[in-house]
């Protein structure tokens, strides 16, 4: 048995515990056994724990996309990972063969699963996973700051470094900074040479974003977005724009892209029905696109990334693994600033 963060029943948070459950054990020959240090929280976790269409969770459900830690065990057949080696997880589990896959686009593969979601989470003493989706992690990165890592800096890397194709000089709006996308989102676009432009309801939020490079920030409850972005762009709107959040930011998103920009869509954390006025789309001829999570090729890049210190996560909160429910109500209080971090024993 292992001690794991569970799901007892779909709900609020007052239905995640610790409790003991099986201990994950290695079933195909490129299997491992992870035994984390650290994991991380995302929306997604609420997502799991409210019930998702078409996803069919047992009981308990162990909960956590992100982690990281020391390899335990290995299949027969992994070369890429030893036991002791530390570890970073790519949460995105593929299937390898079929035409996404073989294309290297994992995370399209018609039976793409996330840890957590789909699959026994990373809140827990032991995870089974691939060993394709293990990478090195070196010691210069604290177990917290590998956790928080992979989700939010693999879905970000994507949507502006492969979607949006962000160049630098170019401006990225971002809603909503204090997420764990938004601010993978904010530390990537300075990376690439970007300018950018942030929002929250909350002026502490702005400040402590604006500590880290973002250049232009707006009180989304209490200034006019529209206004304010043209007004620092010079009536031009920005060229690309991330939006996670759906119903209640799309059509302002669409009224600050500059013409010929990209809207990148990444998640709909206040529902997914928008709606979208074609006439500006075409008149202005921006595009407007999807993206989640990555390739192996992305995770790579950010793992490289990583270990060479060009970027880190923010870590708002590290949680003893005993008060995981304590770090749930927090994310769904919508009060962190960077990402909830637990911290397994
Ligand atoms: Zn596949």
Redesign the pocket.
């Known amino acids: 048995m292992m001690r794991a963060v569970t799901i007892r029943a779909h709900g609020g948070p007052e239905q995640v515990r610790v409790d003991d459950v099986p201990r994950p054990k290695l079933q195909g020959p490129h299997d491992v056994i992870v035994a984390p240090r650290a994991g991380a929280l995302n929306h997604l976790d609420l997502f799991v724990l409210g019930g998702l269409p078409g996803v069919t969770h047992t009981f308990p459900w162990v909960m956590g996309g992100d982690g990281a830690g020391l390899v335990e065990t290995v299949g027969e057949q992994v070369t890429r990972v030893k036991p002791g080696d530390r570890v970073l997880l790519n949460p995105g589990v593929?299937?390898?063969?079929?035409d996404?896959?073989l294309g290297g686009e994992?995370s399209l593969?018609?039976?793409?699963s996330l840890l957590g979601e789909h699959l026994p989470g990373t809140l827990a003493e032991a995870v089974r996973v691939p060993e394709a989706n293990c990478y090195p992690v070196p010691d210069t990165v604290s177990w917290e700051e590998a956790a928080a890592y992979p989700l939010a800096f693999l879905t970000a890397w994507r949507l502006l470094a492969t979607k949006a194709q962000l160049k630098a000089g170019e401006t990225v709006f971002i809603w909503g900074i204090g997420g764990g996308v938004a601010l993978a989102a904010l530390a990537i676009a300075k990376l690439l040479g970007a300018r950018t432009i942030v929002t929250s309801s909350s002026d502490a939020k702005l400040a402590r974003a604006k500590t880290l490079g973002a250049d232009a920030c707006i009180n989304h409850r209490a200034q006019d977005v529209v206004q304010e972005v043209r007004r620092v762009t010079e009536g031009k709107g920005a060229e690309v724009v991330v939006d996670s959040v759906g119903t209640k930011t799309w059509e302002t998103s669409l009224k600050v892209i500059a013409r010929s920009g990209r809207l990148v869509s990444c998640g709909a954390t206040t529902g997914p029905q928008v709606t979208t006025d074609v006439r500006r789309m075409f008149w202005h001829q921006y595009t407007i696109m999807g993206s989640t999570m990555g390739n192996r090729r992305e995770f790579e890049a950010i793992a490289g990334l990583l270990a060479r210190g060009r970027l880190r996560p923010v870590v708002d909160a590290v949680f003893p693994m005993e008060e995981a429910r304590a770090a749930v109500e927090r994310l769904a209080r919508g009060e962190q600033f960077g990402k909830i971090v637990v911290r397994i024993a």
């Not at 593929?94 to 079929?98: D, F, M, N, Q, T």
């Not at 593969?109 to 793409?112: A, G, H, K, R, S």
């Open positions: 593929s299937c390898g063969g079929c996404f896959c994992q593969c018609d039976t793409y």
